[in-house]
């Protein structure tokens, strides 16, 4: 199964494009249950569930039927229901007026600064696009159980194949990872 994160770097004041889906509400039932990145959920707290974007993104969403803003922090993975872009809290789904399903926009506010270099994932970039939805067809293109993230760096959607350990000693390749269209013994640094 491919793991997909999109990480964005650096990304405040980039003017990347919105993104627009349809925005659902946690159910009460989640509350005080530990979220994907450790949190309870609180319905208090304007946070959200995106599929990928990095837990501590700042995401402001507006709901397009009515033109409220409000900024969430990302703490859960979700939604998992198909046709869906976010889940808000209560909170911020009360913020908004939504009360169920609503069509939104999302813009990127904040995330965080850069990918972690302690040596226990290797990064190899394989493409940069100036647009998400290019960037997002290349992560798809990966081949099954390859682990893809998208970094937005100076403007531009970097696409990496990442490793979940870093090459052994004299090995040119990381294991695990292959590229299409790569040549063979492309160098793979940590």
């Keep these: ?8 770097l650096g990304a405040a004041g980039l003017g990347a494009q919105d993104l627009q889906g349809v925005a ?25 569930a995106h599929r990928t974007l990095p837990f501590g993104s700042q995401v402001e969403v507006t709901n397009l039927s009515n033109g409220l803003k409000t900024t969430v922090t990302v703490t859960d993975r979700g939604p998992w229901v198909e046709g869906r872009l976010i889940d808000l809290s209560r909170a911020a789904a009360q913020a908004l007026k939504i009360d169920g399903l609503a069509q939104v926009s999302l813009r990127l506010v904040s995330g965080p600064a850069a990918p ?19 960037a997002q067809a290349r992560l798809a293109a990966l081949d099954p159980g390859q682990s893809g993230e998208i970094w937005v760096d100076q403007g531009l959607y970097r696409v990496y194949v990442v490793s979940s350990s870093a090459p ?3 090995s040119p390749e990381a294991p695990g990872i292959r590229v299409q269209g790569a040549p063979p013994g492309t160098r793979v640094a940590p």
């Design 1 to 8: 199964m491919l793991c997909v994160f999109v990480l964005l």
């Design 24 to 48: 659902s509400v946690y159910g009460d039932q989640f509350t005080g249950r530990k979220t994907s990145s450790g949190e309870l959920y609180d319905p208090t707290k304007f946070t959200a």
């Design 116 to 134: 972690p270099v302690d040596g226990s994932r290797v990064y190899l970039q394989v493409g940069a696009y100036r647009s998400l939805a290019h």
């Design 168 to 170: 052994p000693t004299g």
